[in-house]
């Protein structure tokens, strides 16, 4: 019996889909178009997240030894840094690779004629973390410790690359809402319409004794039916935009100068699936409920 009910309701949901050619279609159109609206943000925050994450991984700190220190107690040092909590991960510079790297900065070895013998670049440690929130928590643990000298840290790049994540976060956010509050009202006049084409059927139900979840539930089948087709022709619409222009992109000489990978349509594809079909069913159902809920009050 309940499987009789189920399919009456999926059966009656897609006719009346299909039933509004005119107004299911231009409710798609609509739909597609906030949701390929709201794709780009999420496909360009999500690349600049990423872009972040490979510059905060490449932000750390600097640790200068002690010059007094033995070689015994620049290993227990390592290990000491190696167990502070959000500590990521820890390289040892050498005086040497800390002389051989200023040379390759300014590129001129005359400068630093006779250096080798009296290198005057301290040994170092530097240290990457798990999250940049927690730079200066770890500085303060790691000034704690024996023989290190002093530590150098890109604080107010750090302090930027967090603020403009979370910015991206919250703009995100903001227009997401505003396109489902806008998403939510086309499919909810849609529904509206075949709600209201049909009431004389809905009134007589009613006398009948049909519950009002009965009389709801092939609108909700034809909200859910809207927001799925909707979905997938956006994410068909945007794999093949994000794959024709993000080569353009990812090829600049400027993201390649910088060293950054930008991520490809497949490594986003099946969050990008979630969400729309998330999006699609949600306010699909959403519409329908509040299209209805003039028709079936008591």
Known sequence: MRFNVFSYLIKEGFKSTFKQKKMTSASIIIMCATMFIFG????????????????????????????????????????????????????????????????????DENLFEGWDEENPFPASYFVTLTDLSLNEQVQNEILKLDNVDEIASENT????????????????????????????????????????????????????????????GPFIVEGIIIGVISAIITLIILGLSYNAIMPNIGGS????????????FSDMFSLVLTVYLVLGVGIGVLGSVISMRKYLKV
């Open 253 to 264: 000489i400027l993201i390649q100068e910088m060293g950054l990978g930008l991520l490809s």
């Open 157 to 216: 790049t750090i302090n930027r690359l967090r603020s403009l994540a979370n910015g991206i976060q919250i703009t995100t956010i903001v227009i997401l809402a505003l396109l489902i509050i806008i998403s939510i009202f086309i499919i909810a006049y849609t529904i509206k319409l075949t709600v209201h084409a049909r009431r004389r059927e809905i009134s007589i139900m009613k006398y009948v004794g049909a519950t009002n979840n009965f009389i709801r």
């Open 40 to 107: 780009l943000f999420f496909v360009i925050g999500e690349n600049v997240n990423s872009v972040i994450t490979q510059l905060e991984s490449e932000q750390g700190i600097q640790i200068f030894i002690d010059e007094d220190a033995t070689d015994t107690e620049v290993e227990t040092l390592e290990g000491q840094i190696k167990s502070i909590q959000g500590v990521n991960k820890v390289t040892f510079v050498s005086k040497e690779d800390a002389l051989n790297s200023m040379k390759t900065t300014l590129g």
